[in-house]
């Protein structure tokens, strides 16, 4: 399978600011996706990311706040843009080639807002 | 709208004991079902995938069984260990081409 590189994956950052989260994978794959996990909760899907257009974004989650880019089929970015304590979180990037094949995630990124 | 359970959602166990860990969804209408293990502040590792045509997916000490038709699925900790002690999280990726994910269940396994 494919292996898929997260980075940072750990940051403090102020409170107005903004940070880049970057998946790497070793190969082209289909889907992309990036998820948010608030401290104690599960898995929550922020958006798809589409290679060569805008992603898709899920209801509570908008562009301003969490641009993402998807250059081509191995690489994607999120970014947290005016972060606030609240965006305090692990996110996650995620992929796979098909409906019926395994899901892989990165190994996340611990961001702390202060 | 799909919704994912997962009971216990903390399990204690002495070393060596055999487990079952459940996992509960509301809509039927699956592509698959994904167990995943976490371990604290890391990312997520694939441990099974089970399609909605199959019935059951082993790997080592582990199995995990599908009922898509109740919407039950269990995973199977043969013989578990210390290095067992993680979250284990299930997850559906249903017709709408999302992946929804249960609350987990933290598993402490003593020496």
């Known amino acids: 399978s494919a292996v898929i590189s997260q980075k940072p994956s750990r940051d403090i950052c102020q409170r107005g600011t903004s940070l880049t989260i970057q998946c790497q994978v070793d190969?082209?794959?289909?889907?992309m996706f990036w998820y948010r996990q608030q401290p104690g909760q599960s898995l929550t899907l922020i958006a798809t990311?589409?290679?060569?257009?805008?992603?898709?974004?899920e209801s509570g989650f908008v562009i301003d706040k969490f641009p993402i880019s998807r250059p081509n089929l191995t690489f994607s970015t999120l970014t947290v843009s005016n972060m606030s304590p609240e965006d305090s979180s692990i996110y996650l990037c995620?992929?796979?080639?098909?409906?019926?094949?395994?899901?892989?995630f990165g190994q996340g990124t611990r961001l702390t807002v202060v | 709208k799909q919704e994912v359970t997962q009971i216990p959602a903390a399990l204690s166990v002495p070393e060596g004991e055999n487990l079952v860990l459940n996992c509960s969804f509301t809509?039927?209408?699956?592509?698959?079902l994904q167990w995943f293990r976490q371990d604290p502040g890391k990312g997520l590792t694939s441990l099974l995938l089970?399609?909605?045509?199959?019935r059951e997916q082993t790997s080592g000490r582990l199995n995990a069984s599908l009922d898509k038709s109740s919407g039950r699925s269990t995973l199977y900790i043969a013989a578990s260990q210390p290095g067992d002690s993680a979250t284990y999280l299930c997850?559906?990726?249903?017709?709408?081409?999302?992946?929804?994910f249960g609350q987990g269940t933290t598993l402490q396994v003593k020496p």
């Open positions: 997850a559906v990726w249903g017709y709408t081409g999302k992946l929804i």
């Open positions: 990311a589409n290679q060569g257009s805008e992603a898709t974004y």
């Open positions: 190969s082209q794959v289909t889907m």
């Open positions: 995620s992929f796979r080639q098909g409906k019926n094949t395994e899901a892989f």
């Open positions: 089970i399609q909605s045509s199959q």
């Open positions: 809509d039927s209408a699956i592509y698959n």
